[in-house]
């Protein structure tokens, strides 16, 4: 069959777009990422298969005529495509089942099962086919499809086919060569060196370095250069860096792209995955690709470096339609997890899922945290597909924190005591308070500025965007290590981790164990000032509605009752040593056994390991399963109204442009900032922030596209931030929705 004289799009022949798969699979194997010829050579039938198809004679008519699809006439062309596989060609049958799925379903047109069953579809599949000599269906094959889905060479020849199709079609290359981050680190540690000329690679670097070929648990304190160490491990591979908050990830960015490649072709070497990686990449002025192209190869996962949240990879764990292209590259990548102690019970399991997934498919993993329970690596090491680690701990005897714990309720008479004692002294008074909810930071806030208290700031996620950014950058640059300073810092969860701050006394609510002693790494960061007085404070009584029962609460009560056991009776000096010795006492599986966290870890677990293979829309996926909306707050929007109108209208107009696909990316990044600047103005609301009973909040829609809007809403908003309603006014109905941050 001659595929040069049929279109597969207007601008390109079946043989044309057929040979760039082809190309694109070369690409994988020359790098190696394709570790076996059998499933190189599987791939490659695939490939060339998956769209004959396309040569029938209703979908060349409607490519000449720029229609749309007809269901009454047509048949979705990666069905027809099966047609011309003939199951004789392949010594073992198994492996035609395997290239028949992933051509057979390498698109989501249609039921396709049915369609090579029913007789209706079978008639005009006939019809569509007449001028081409192809190949009978046996009544048992879509049985056999069907059973080879969970199937691993079948799953990865269909990932590596939607790689290789989606390269093409989106005309990106399928994978650039790591060849620089050894490079790039080696070139750091000369620049370090011409400053120190002593100064080499750390312990804990070396051990990455050295054992970049295995998975690996490393447990690190704080400031001890995580992040290179990670790197390290990477080396010269394809390489995930996947942290929990969006912050950290930007500043990783920046760090690797300034320090380690010298802003030298970051668009072929540096990916940022995140939901606001897009407007990130527009705002930066210092990227030298095309903005569209460098986002899409990001998302493609093209690029050889990225750094991620969790959701942008790991999503593959429910098994949507599609898939498997990123299960096939996490199969020849390394992906370092950082800071693995920050996730509920539901990303947990998710998240331990999706490693043992990636490992079982030839992926390695590094775990680099600054505290793991012990439960959590059980968790990794049990079941169905354990793994195992090169395991290290890493500490010093820099002494940097002296603990003073309070048996009650966090006040501000403490905090305030402190604050004027270190002034009248005339020494360094950067005090970081953190706290359990946005409501507590609040009223700490509130009732140190009504005693007199001026130097101070509170950072949480109830700002609005422009705001909270600002606070974000201003604790940044107040936290240097280098910088002394006068303020006490209000803040909440968003501290604990990935945020390289450095304060010269903590005051903190107790959550967890581990969560404590995340806060504690916000405070003497370095260990280079005194502690011969007391310079963290620990609170241990909350509020008791913040414990888990039932459907209500956020902290486990069950570990927070063991981490309030584990540190009621620290007094003094508190080493690294001493940290990990009180995790790993308490912090068991034994000991976590019965707790709301463990089994609702289970649950999730066993929802996940049971799902059947699209059985969910990649729609519907959302790794949090929290509801919330960005609304403006009036009395910002009266403030801003005349901007936020004028954007409004932009956007509309832009919306309905006729135009080409470069002047449309044009437009869909002045869309982009567009929309940006009317989303600053919007701060994250749960169900239950906002309405009253029988009233309307809302006072105004801006329309930001044909179906989207964003609700202005009366509602409190003042210095401190967003206010909830209370209990008493959403009529005794518990809401947690962000309640931590």
């Not at 990686?277 to 210092?286: D, F, G, P, Q, W």
């Not at 270190?422 to 360094?428: D, H, L, P, Q, Y």
């Not at 309905?656 to 929309?675: A, D, Y």
Request: hydrophobic share 35%.
């Amino acid at each position: 069959m001659d595929l040069s004289i049929y279109k597969a799009k207007p601008n390109k022949t079946i043989r044309q777009h057929t040979d760039e798969l082809l190309e694109n699979l070369d690409v994988l194997l020359s790098l190696n990422y394709i570790k076996k010829q059998h499933i190189y050579e599987l791939t490659k039938i695939a490939c060339e298969y998956h769209d004959y198809g396309k040569a029938n004679r209703e979908f060349q008519k409607r490519i000449e005529n720029n229609t749309k699809f007809n269901e009454n006439t047509e048949m979705a062309h990666n069905v027809l495509s099966l047609y011309f596989i003939n199951e004789n060609e392949f010594e073992n049958k198994e492996d035609y089942y395997k290239v028949a799925f992933a051509v057979l379903y390498h698109h989501d047109y249609c039921d396709c099962l049915r369609a090579i069953q029913n007789k209706e579809c079978k008639e005009l599949t006939k019809n569509l086919l007449s001028d081409f000599k192809v190949n009978f269906i046996k009544m048992s094959t879509p049985g056999n499809i069907k059973k080879i889905k969970d199937n691993e060479d079948a799953i990865l020849i269909k990932g590596f086919l939607h790689k290789c199709d989606y390269s093409s079609s989106g005309e990106i290359p399928i994978e650039y060569e790591n060849n620089f981050l050894n490079r790039g680190l080696d070139n750091l540690l000369k620049k370090w060196k011409s400053n120190n000329n002593n100064y080499n690679w750390n312990e804990l670097q070396q051990f990455c370095k050295g054992n970049t070929n295995k998975n690996i648990v490393v447990v690190a304190q704080t400031g001890m250069g995580k992040t290179e160490a990670g790197l390290h491990w990477i080396g010269n591979n394809k390489g995930f860096f996947i942290l929990p908050l969006k912050t950290a990830i930007n500043s990783i960015y920046e760090r690797v792209k300034e320090d380690i490649l010298d802003k030298n072709h970051i668009e072929s070497k540096l990916a940022l995955l995140h939901s606001d990686a897009l407007s990130y990449y527009n705002n930066n002025k210092n990227i030298e690709m095309d903005i569209m192209d460098y986002y899409n190869q990001s998302k493609q996962l093209s690029i050889p470096l990225s750094i991620s949240t969790l959701d942008q990879l790991f999503d593959f764990v429910f098994k949507y339609q599609g898939y498997e292209l990123k299960l096939a590259t996490l199969s020849y990548s390394k992906i370092v997890i950082d800071e693995i102690q920050m996730y509920g019970s539901d990303l947990l399991a998710y998240l331990v899922y999706g490693i043992k997934t990636v490992n079982k498919f030839g992926g390695k993993i590094a775990i680099l945290t600054a505290t793991l329970a012990p439960f959590i690596k059980d968790l990794l090491k049990t079941g169905e597909n354990s793994i195992e680690f090169e395991e290290k701990t890493f500490i010093n005897d820099i002494k940097r924190h002296n603990v003073k714990v309070y048996n009650s309720h966090m006040d501000t008479d403490s905090i305030y005591n402190k604050f004027q004692e270190n002034s009248e002294k005339g020494i360094s008074n950067k005090i970081l308070v953190v706290c359990n909810t946005v409501k507590k930071a609040q009223q700490i806030y509130k009732e140190l500025l009504e005693k007199g208290i001026s130097n101070i700031n509170i950072l949480h996620s109830k700002f609005i965007k422009c705001d909270r950014a600002a606070k974000e950058n201003e604790i940044l640059e107040f936290g240097k290590t280098e910088n002394s300073g006068q303020c006490i810092w209000i803040s909440t969860q968003i501290v604990e981790a990935s945020l390289d701050i450095d304060f010269d006394y903590l005051f903190t609510e107790l959550s967890d164990i581990s969560g404590l002693f995340q806060r504690l790494g916000r405070c003497n960061r370095k260990g280079i000032k005194s502690i011969a007085e007391p310079n963290c404070f620990v609170f241990l009584n909350i509020d008791n509605n913040l414990l888990t029962n039932g459907n209500k609460g956020f902290i486990d009560k069950k570990i927070y009752e063991l981490s309030k056991e584990a540190i009621k009776d620290v007094k003094g000096l508190l080493t690294e040593s001493d940290k990990l010795n009180i995790i790993n006492k308490y912090l068991t599986t034994q000991n976590l056994e019965g707790s709301d966290y463990l089994r609702n870890y289970r649950r999730f677990l066993k929802w996940i390991e049971d799902l059947e293979p699209y059985s969910m829309d990649k729609r519907d996926v959302n790794l949090r399963n929290i509801i919330s909306y960005d609304v403006i707050p009036n009395e910002i929007y009266q403030k801003h109204k005349d901007k936020i109108d004028e954007r409004s209208r932009k956007l509309l107009e832009v919306a309905n442009r006729n135009l080409g696909k470069k002047e449309l990316e044009k437009v869909k990044l002045e869309k982009i900032k567009l929309k940006e600047e009317i989303k600053k103005y919007t701060v994250p609301v749960g169900r239950y922030d906002i309405y009253f009973k029988g009233t309307d909040a809302i006072i105004k829609k801006i329309q930001i596209s044909r179906n989207e809007f964003i609700n202005v809403v009366n509602c409190q908003y003042e210095e401190w931030g967003f206010i909830r309603l209370t209990s008493k006014e959403i009529n005794g109905i518990e809401e947690n929705f962000d309640n931590f941050l």
